[in-house]
């Protein structure tokens, strides 16, 4: 099991940029896929963007293609979310998964495809 921690979140103005960070406990998140997931208020969960345990292979929701970049650093079992061009659509409870997978699954953008979740950090983009 990996416990998550995200932090980085905000407010920012709309065209901002934000860097999320996600810190991981345990020895499997170098071995672990991890994706990012955000819930506005009133909306379902939707995915955001996901990366493979290498960090070779990444994927992200068409809103935000483009916009944000996923990344990780396993020497330092840590996770990223850089967003730049923030629209207030972006407004969300940002959340951080991990799965102990080096076969990357085709399910990544389903929350169940994960087992371990942090408790969230608060994104607010004000036009």
């Known amino acids: 099991q990996v416990q998550l921690v995200e932090s980085g979140g905000g407010l920012v103005q709309a065209g901002g940029s934000l860097r999320l960070s996600c810190a991981a406990s345990?020895?499997?998140?170098?071995?672990?896929?991890m994706g990012w997931f955000r819930q506005a208020p009133g909306k379902e969960r939707e995915f955001v963007a996901a990366?493979?345990?290498?960090?070779?292979?990444?994927y992200y929701a068409d809103s935000v293609k483009g916009r944000f970049t996923i990344s990780r650093d396993n020497a330092k079992n840590m996770g990223y979310l850089q967003m730049n061009s923030l629209k207030t659509d972006d407004t969300a409870v940002y959340y951080c998964?991990?799965?102990?997978?080096?076969?990357?699954?085709?399910?990544?953008?389903?929350?169940?495809?994960?087992?371990?979740w942090g408790q969230g950090t608060q994104v607010t983009v004000s036009s």
């Open positions: 345990g020895r499997t998140f170098s071995s672990s896929a």
């Open positions: 998964a991990a799965v102990k997978t080096v076969a990357f699954s085709h399910t990544y953008y389903s929350g169940s495809y994960y087992s371990d």
């Open positions: 990366i493979n345990w290498s960090g070779g292979s990444t």
